[in-house]
């Protein structure tokens, strides 16, 4: 693999939620060995990079967020050994990989948090969490009335060796996602050896989750308007990145900090992107955008102005694991995202959002920077919104008081093959049904099935990837917006290159050019129509 310590910069990266990419075992769950017998999907797609959701042992209370243990792996997925091997395996077909750590919290059933509990209240252990007294007669109160991530209280009561009630003990997810405390040096020095572990594995990024939230405000205030948030955003979690990039910096081939950072405020994002800090951060912003013209210009002037004065290159993401996939997001009447308008029986026209995603692909993939592919979205899947309530997963289901439908329909496995489920995600004469049920609709979407029809989305996205990975223009650099018609996108990138995308209500004529590189659905003639991107030649070579 070419030693290109800036690769991180214009990458294609490939999100692989290992519990549904696909299952080598056959007990239902994707697996390490179902990743390492589907490379050749990722190669030929043309991915530069993998990023990896959690698969540490875990005893799966927020599918695998809830680590007890980030230096090995957990039995459902595989082991140690098979993880050493796909990465070289990855290495040799010229895919870089990027691990998920989760430094916020830990599980319940980590070493140290167990310790905390069974050593009662003078367990040294208890200073790497938050233990606090509650308030009020007998401390039948919490500390804080603060709101978790998932919804819901953020405290929960221990009861101590003896019987009686204890103090309580912070958790901003679910109750068996115990919050470190990152005041503490050992807390720091863990993390930082478990950075030193995986890159001597070889891996060349780390996605680092909820990457705002480790530092808490230790005088424990309420939330509060016109006060620094208690647990979001503290300044003192810039330190923790600032050490994190020194380790990044001291291996070879250029190792990259990649930051779940979900902010509203450009400038405050932009600073765990200073020199010293992370590489990369998600652009949520532009993942939770309406489709529409106005608003997308905006976000991305906004992103890229947020973006240059600190030297990093933006990124650019549509779906994750989190969040509602975009066939189904572009296809409402409101086409934004945030979780919290996420509902049960939106009207939804797939074929609308369909050819909308097609569309936003080539809009995502010829922007600046980097950008990032959830598995799935190249075969156009869409959310599965009919899972019966006895088969979900997600705690933000319950936690949410069942309001929120919560993430496991954008987590359904991979259809690969196939007229029925599982659709190939198990291997034949498997018993064990896929942990989450597969629409029988996505026999049209499997791999094989679109494989050569050049009107796929995943022939889309092929040759978008090939032809980005050809062109000098494409990846890290600068845009220049062209005029265009009301509701219509176009910039160019030099050299020669322009990409248009028509979010307006009717077909407009396309700007002299050279030649027709990729376009994300047919033309009129030579006019654009509504919801379709196309990439042009804009001079000749």
């Known amino acids: 693999m070419a030693d290109n310590s800036s690769w991180w910069r214009s990458a294609v990266i490939y999100q692989v939620y290992p519990r549904s ?53 957990d039995p459902v997925f595989g082991t140690l050994a098979e993880v050493e091997a796909l990465i070289a395996e990855a290495h040799a077909l010229g895919i870089r990989s990027i691990v998920d750590v989760v430094p916020n919290h830990c599980s319940d059933a980590h070493p140290w948090f167990r310790a905390a509990l069974a050593g009662g209240p003078a367990a040294p252990e208890r200073e ?31 009861t101590d060796p003896d019987g009686t009630p204890g103090d309580w003990y912070l958790h901003l997810f679910a109750p068996q996602q115990p919050d470190f405390n990152w005041d503490h040096p050992r807390v720091r020095a863990e993390f930082e050896d478990i950075l030193r572990f995986w890159f001597e594995r070889g891996v060349d990024g780390i996605r ?8 808490k405000d230790g005088t424990l205030p309420e939330v509060h308007p016109d006060r620094p948030h208690p647990f979001r955003d503290q300044d003192g ?19 990259a900090l990649v930051g779940e950072v979900w902010l509203p405020d450009r400038q ?11 590489h990369t951060a998600f652009n949520f912003d532009f993942l939770g955008c309406a489709w529409d013209a106005t608003a997308l210009r ?28 975009h066939v ?57 919104e009919d899972i019966p309530y006895e088969l979900r997963q997600d705690p933000m289901w319950e936690r949410s ?53 050049p009107h796929s989305m995943l022939e889309l996205y092929r040759a978008a990837l090939t032809l980005r990975r050809a062109e000098p223009a494409l990846g890290d650099g600068t845009l220049t917006w062209l005029p265009a018609p009301h509701g219509v996108l176009a910039f160019a990138r030099e050299p020669g290159f322009t990409c248009l995308v028509n979010l307006g209500g009717a077909a407009v004529p396309l700007p002299a050019h050279d030649r027709l590189l990729l376009a994300s659905g047919p033309l009129d003639d030579d006019r654009l129509p509504p919801d379709t991107a196309v990439w042009l030649r804009t001079r000749s070579a």
């Open 268 to 278: 405050r994002f932009a600073n765990y992107l200073r020199p010293d800090e992370l």
């Open 237 to 255: 979690v810039h330190d923790v990145y600032r050490a994190w990039r020194r380790i990044a910096d001291s291996y070879p081939g250029g190792r």
């Open 401 to 453: 008081g069942r309001v929120d439908p919560g993430r496991d329909g954008c987590r359904v496995p991979l259809p690969w093959q196939g007229d029925t489920p599982p659709f190939g995600f198990s291997p034949d004469g498997a018993n064990a049904a896929p942990w989450l049920p597969q629409p029988a609709d996505w026999k049209d979407r499997t791999v094989r099935a679109q494989t050569g029809d």
């Open 298 to 325: 905006e976000s991305i002037d906004g992103t890229l102005a947020a973006h240059a004065p600190v030297g990093a290159p933006a990124t650019w993401v549509l779906s994750n694991h989190d969040v509602t996939r």
């Open 128 to 158: 790497l969490f938050w233990f606090r007294a509650g308030r009020g007669p007998g401390g039948d109160l919490p500390p804080t009335d603060w709101t978790g991530e998932f919804g819901g209280p953020t405290w929960t009561r221990t």
């Open 21 to 73: 990419f696909a299952d080598g075992d056959g007990d239902g769950i994707g697996d390490v060995a179902g990743i390492r017998s589907r490379l050749d999907h990722l190669a030929a797609l043309g991915v530069d990079a993998i990023w990896f959701s959690p698969w540490y042992p875990s005893p799966m209370a927020d599918a695998g967020y809830d680590v007890s243990d980030y230096r090995d792996i």
């Open 208 to 215: 680092i989750d909820s990457a705002g939230l480790l530092v």
């Open 328 to 384: 189904t997001r572009y296809g409402r009447a409101d086409t934004r995202f945030s979780f919290a308008a996420k509902r049960e029986g939106i009207p939804t026209d797939l074929e609308l959002g369909t050819r909308r995603a097609r569309a936003a692909a080539l809009l995502s993939l010829a922007l600046p920077g980097a950008a990032y592919v959830y598995q799935g979205e190249e075969l156009g899947l869409w959310e599965v």
